[in-house]
C-alpha cells in the first residue's frame, strides 16, 4: 500500500518534478566499502604488551597523580579526622569507587562503545547518529539509507530499541536535547583540560613546601605558573617528540608510588586493610553531614578515568585494559592504603601526605618524577582538548580555528595554537587566582562528575541501538553507574560556591559558543535548501546558460550535495560570464572517524554533457584535516578526468551485449564494480543509472587508466578531457559564498542577540574558508549576499 501510494503522489507532481529528480539526485552515495573501513585489529601478545606499556604515559598520567591531593580534600581540616576508622571507611569508599567507576565501567564496558577506535562524547554522538536520525542538520536524504555507511541495524518494529529509535527521531526538541547533553559534556570536558594543569602542577609543586616550611605558597604558585607557560608553550612541537618519554616516566612513578604505599601499610598501620570489606563504607556513612560533604574529596581518586576513553584513539582496547588492570589499578590501591595507613597514625600531616610519608632519602626524587608525572598528566588533557574541539568543528558545532598536523606518523597528533594560549589563559587565571589546591579540587570534580554523567546517560541508548543489549543489562549498568555518581554529584554540587562555580562558567561560555554556532551553520544550511536553483532553469538556459562562457574553471563551493546553490544563480545575475568548466563542490563531513583517501570523492555530472558542469563531494570524517600538503585541487582534477572515463565506460556498458561485457570486464585494471562485481585494484565505482554518479578511487592511477571504447566514443572522451585539460590551463578560479545572516525584524530578542551579534562576532573571527581550504589568495572570487532567517 505505501509503494502504491507513492507512486501516486509521484505521478501527481508532473513532468519538471520527474526531470529535476532524474537530473539532480543527492550526492549522498555514501555507501560502498567505508561500512567496514574499521576492523579491531589483533596483535601478537608482544606488541600488545608493548602497547600497553606506551599507553601509560598518553592514558593514565592523570589518575596516577591523583595520590597527591585526595586525602587532603576529603580532611582538609586537621580536626576533621576523629579516629582511625573515619580513614579507614574514607579509604573503602576510594577503593570501591575505583573499582566501580574505572575498572568495571570504563575499562569492561564503556571502552567497547567505541566509534571506529575513537572515544569521548563526541565520539558517542557520531555514533548515535549513523543508528538514528538525530543529527539536527539534515544533510541525508531519505533514499540514501540503503547507501550509507553508517552500519544502522535492521530493528524489530515491536523492539523496545525500535520504539526508543522512533521516539528520539519523532520531535525536534528531543534530537536537540541529546545534541545539548553532548555539548554540555564537551565543554566540561573542556573544562576538565584547564583544570588539570592547574592542579596537577600546583600539587607537584606544593612537595617543596615539605622540605622547605617557610617557603611561601606564592612562591609555589609562581612556579607552577612558570612550568604551565614552558608547558603550553612547547605544544606546537607536537606530543610525538617527546611522547618516547611519557611511558617511562608514568611508569616508573606508578611503581615508585605502589612501592611506597606497600612499605608504608608494614611500616604503619595494617588494620586500614580492613577498608576492602564494604561494610566500612555504611559505617562511614552513619558518621553523619560530615561524610557525606567528604565524598567531593573522596571523588577527586577517579578523576582522569573520563581520559580513558577520550584517548582511546591511541591506543587498542586490549593495551589499555592489560595496563590498567595489570599495572594502574593495584598501585593506586597500594599508594592510597599505604597513604591512609600514615595518616591513621600522622593525624596532623595531612595537607601533603604524600611527601610526608615519603623516606627522607627519596623525598627529592620522588618530587621530580611527580612533578614530571604532573606535566605527563597535563599534556594528555590538553591533547585531548585539542582532538574534542576538532571533531566539535567538524560536526558543525564549533567556529573555525586553526588545526595543524604535528605529526606525518599518526593522524590524531594536532596543535590548535587558538585554543592552546585560551587555554593556557584560563589555567594561569586558576593557578593564581585560587592559589590553593581545595578550591581548584572542588571545580575540578565538578567538571568531571558532569562528564561521568554525560557518559551513563549518552550509553544508554548506545546500548539498546547499538549493541541490542538487554534492558536489564542497561538497566543494571545504569544502576551501577548512578550509585556511584549521584551521592558524589550531591556533593559537588553543594561545593558550587567555593570553586565548583568555575567549571560551571566555563561549560556556560562555551555551551553558548558552539550551540550559537551550530544554530547558525543550520540556518545558513536550511536557506541553501529552500532557496536553490531548480535543474529546469538551469536547462532552460541553454549549454551558454545565457552568458560568455570564459576559458577557465570555476569551482563554487557550497554546503548542498544535490542541487545548483543560490550563490550561482547570484553570481550570473550579476555578472556577464562564467567559466567554460562548473565544478560545485560541496565539502561534507560524515558522523565516521576518517575517510580513507582513495574514497575521498564522489563525483557526477550536472544536466547534459554539452553544459560542462559536474558536481563533487569531497567526504571527510571528523578526524580528517584539510592540510596544505594535500593538493586538494589536483586530486579533485584527477578525480574529474577518471570520471570522464568511467562514464563512458558505463555508457559503453548500457549499450554492449553480454560477451563485449565479458570481454571488457577481463580488461585489467580498467575493470569497473558494477552491483558488487570485482573491478580490480586500483579502480572503484559506484553507479547509478538516474544521476551517472561514480565514486572514483585513487586520482593518482588516473595516468594509468586503460579504457577499451569504441573509436568514436574514445574520440569523444578524448575530446572532453582535452576540453578540462585547456580549462584548467587557463586558469582555475574558486568562487566561494560571502554569505551574511541577519534575523528577521519580527524575530524574538534572543534570536536577534543570537545571529546578529554572537554568530555575526564569531563569524568575524574565526578563520575563513578561503584559508581552511588553502585556496590562493589570486585565485579566489568571493560572491556576498545577506539572507534573514
Known amino acids: 500500500m505505501e509503494t502504491t501510494s507513492s507512486t501516486n503522489e509521484h505521478t501527481g507532481r508532473g513532468t519538471m518534478w520527474e526531470l529535476e529528480r532524474n537530473l539532480d539526485q543527492p550526492m549522498d552515495a555514501e555507501a560502498g566499502r567505508l561500512r567496514n573501513m574499521y576492523r579491531e585489529k589483533t596483535y601478537p601478545t608482544l606488541v600488545l604488551l608493548q602497547l600497553a606499556f606506551q599507553s601509560l604515559g598518553v592514558v593514565f598520567g592523570d589518575l596516577g597523580t591523583s595520590p597527591l591531593y585526595v586525602f587532603y580534600n576529603i580532611f582538609p581540616g586537621e580536626s576533621e579526622i576523629k579516629d582511625t576508622e573515619q580513614v579507614i571507611g574514607a579509604l573503602s569508599l576510594i577503593i570501591y569507587s575505583l573499582t566501580l567507576i574505572p575498572l568495571v565501567k570504563y575499562v569492561?564496558?564503556?571502552?567497547?562503545?567505541?566509534?571506529?577506535?575513537?572515544?569521548?562524547t563526541f565520539a558517542l554522538y557520531s555514533l548515535l547518529c549513523r543508528h538514528a536520525k538525530i543529527n539536527t542538520i539534515p544533510n541525508q536524504h531519505r533514499t540514501d539509507e540503503d547507501l550509507t555507511t553508517y552500519s544502522r541495524h535492521i530493528y524489530d518494529e515491536k523492539s523496545l530499541a525500535a520504539?526508543?529509535?522512533?521516539?528520539?527521531?519523532?520531535?525536534?526538541?528531543?534530537?536537540?536535547?541529546?545534541l545539548i547533553l553532548v555539548l554540555f559534556g564537551t565543554c566540561m570536558a573542556v573544562g576538565d583540560g584547564i583544570l588539570t594543569p592547574a592542579i596537577s602542577v600546583l600539587s607537584a609543586t606544593g612537595g617543596i613546601q615539605?622540605?622547605?616550611?617557610?617557603?611561601?605558597?606564592?612562591?609555589?604558585?609562581?612556579?607552577?605558573?612558570v612550568i604551565?607557560?614552558?608547558?603550553?608553550?612547547?605544544?606546537?612541537?607536537?606530543?610525538?617528540?617527546?611522547?618516547w618519554l611519557f611511558a617511562p616516566i608514568v611508569f616508573v612513578w606508578y611503581i615508585l608510588i605502589g612501592i611506597l604505599g606497600a612499605v608504608n601499610i608494614s611500616k604503619y598501620d595494617r588494620s586500614v586493610l580492613k577498608a576492602f570489606n564494604p561494610v566500612y563504607v555504611y559505617r562511614y556513612f552513619k558518621r553523619g553531614k560530615t561524610s557525606w560533604v567528604s565524598l567531593g574529596g573522596i571523588m577527586l581518586s577517579i578523576t582522569g578515568t573520563e581520559a580513558l576513553f577520550a584517548d582511546l584513539s591511541y591506543f587498542p582496547v586490549q593495551a589499555i585494559q592489560i595496563a590498567f588492570t595489570v599495572v594502574v589499578f593495584p598501585c593506586l590501591l597500594l599508594q592510597y592504603t599505604g597513604q591512609a595507613a600514615y595518616i591513621a597514625q600522622n593525624r596532623n600531616s595531612v595537607v601533603h601526605a604524600f611527601y610526608y610519608s615519603l623516606p627522607d632519602s627519596v623525598r627529592w626524587p620522588s618530587f621530580i618524577v611527580a612533578t614530571a608525572a604532573a606535566v605527563v598528566a597535563s599534556q594528555a588533557t590538553i591533547s585531548m582538548t585539542y582532538s574534542i574541539i576538532k571533531q566539535a568543528l567538524a560536526l558543525g558545532c564549533f567556529p573555525r580555528v586553526r588545526i595543524i598536523h604535528t605529526s606525518k606518523k599518526y593522524l590524531g597528533q594536532i596543535y590548535s595554537p587558538d585554543i592552546n594560549w585560551i587555554l593556557l589563559i584560563f589555567c594561569i587565571a586558576v593557578t593564581a587566582g585560587f592559589k590553593k589546591q581545595s578550591q581548584i579540587a572542588n571545580a575540578y570534580g565538578t567538571a568531571v562528575i558532569m562528564v561521568m554523567l554525560v557518559t551513563t546517560f549518552l550509553m544508554v541508548p548506545i546500548m539498546l541501538l547499538v549493541w541490542r543489549s538487554h534492558w536489564s543489562l542497561v538497566i543494571l549498568f545504569t544502576a551501577l553507574s548512578l550509585v556511584v555518581e549521584i551521592p558524589y554529584f550531591s556533593a559537588v554540587v553543594r561545593k558550587i560556591d567555593q570553586g565548583g562555580w568555575v567549571p560551571l562558567v566555563f561549560a556556560g561560555a562555551f555551551l553558548i559558543i558552539m550551540y550559537v554556532?551550530?544554530?547558525?551553520?543550520?540556518?545558513?544550511?536550511?536557506?541553501?535548501?529552500?532557496?536553490?536553483?531548480?535543474?529546469?532553469w538551469i536547462l532552460g538556459l541553454g549549454p551558454s546558460l545565457g552568458l560568455v562562457r570564459v576559458p577557465g574553471m570555476g569551482l563554487v563551493y557550497t554546503e548542498l550535495a544535490s542541487g545548483v546553490p543560490h550563490i550561482f544563480s547570484h553570481f550570473i545575475t550579476n555578472l556577464p560570464a562564467i567559466?567554460?568548466?562548473l565544478v560545485f563542490v560541496c565539502v561534507k563531513y560524515l558522523p565516521v572517524y576518517?575517510?580513507?583517501?582513495?574514497?575521498?570523492?564522489?563525483?557526477k555530472r550536472i544536466g547534459p554533457k554539452n553544459f560542462h558542469m559536474f558536481r563533487c563531494v569531497a567526504r571527510y570524517g571528523y578526524k580528517d584535516i584539510h592540510k596544505k600538503d594535500d593538493d586538494f585541487e589536483q586530486m579533485l582534477f584527477n578525480s574529474l578526468m577518471l570520471f570522464v572515463r568511467l562514464e563512458s565506460m558505463m555508457e559503453e556498458y548500457t549499450d554492449s551485449?553480454?560477451?563485449?561485457?565479458r570481454e571488457l570486464n577481463q580488461a585489467g585494471n580498467a575493470n569497473p564494480r558494477i552491483n558488487g562485481t570485482n573491478a580490480g585494484s586500483n579502480m572503484d565505482l559506484s553507479y547509478t543509472s538516474h544521476d551517472s554518479i561514480i565514486q572514483v578511487q585513487s586520482p593518482n592511477h588516473t595516468g594509468n587508466s586503460q579504457v577499451m571504447l569504441s573509436g568514436q566514443t574514445y574520440q569523444t572522451v578524448g575530446d572532453e578531457i582535452a576540453f578540462l585539460n585547456a580549462c584548467r590551463e587557463a586558469g582555475v578560479v574558486h568562487i566561494l559564498g560571502n554569505t551574511i545572516i541577519r534575523a528577521r525584524r519580527d524575530s524574538g530578542l534572543l534570536k536577534k542577540i543570537a545571529i546578529n551579534y554572537l554568530y555575526a562576532f564569531l563569524r568575524k573571527i574565526c578563520r575563513e574558508n578561503s584559508v581552511i581550504f588553502n585556496v590562493p589568495h589570486e585565485s579566489l572570487l568571493n560572491v556576498g549576499q545577506v539572507f534573514y532567517v
Open 108 to 120: 569492561f564496558i564503556v571502552l567497547r562503545a567505541n566509534d571506529n577506535g575513537q572515544g569521548g
Open 163 to 178: 520504539k526508543i529509535k522512533r521516539w528520539l527521531e519523532g520531535h525536534q526538541f528531543r534530537k536537540n536535547a541529546i
Open 210 to 225: 615539605v622540605e622547605e616550611p617557610k617557603m611561601r605558597n606564592d612562591v609555589v604558585v609562581i612556579v607552577s605558573v
Open 228 to 243: 604551565l607557560i614552558g608547558l603550553f608553550s612547547m605544544q606546537h612541537f607536537g606530543t610525538d617528540k617527546v611522547s
Open 517 to 536: 554556532w551550530h544554530y547558525g551553520t543550520l540556518k545558513r544550511y536550511e536557506f541553501e535548501m529552500h532557496s536553490k536553483v531548480s535543474m529546469a
Open 579 to 581: 567559466h567554460s568548466t
Open 594 to 603: 576518517t575517510v580513507p583517501p582513495d574514497e575521498r570523492f564522489l563525483v
Open 657 to 661: 551485449d553480454e560477451y563485449s561485457t
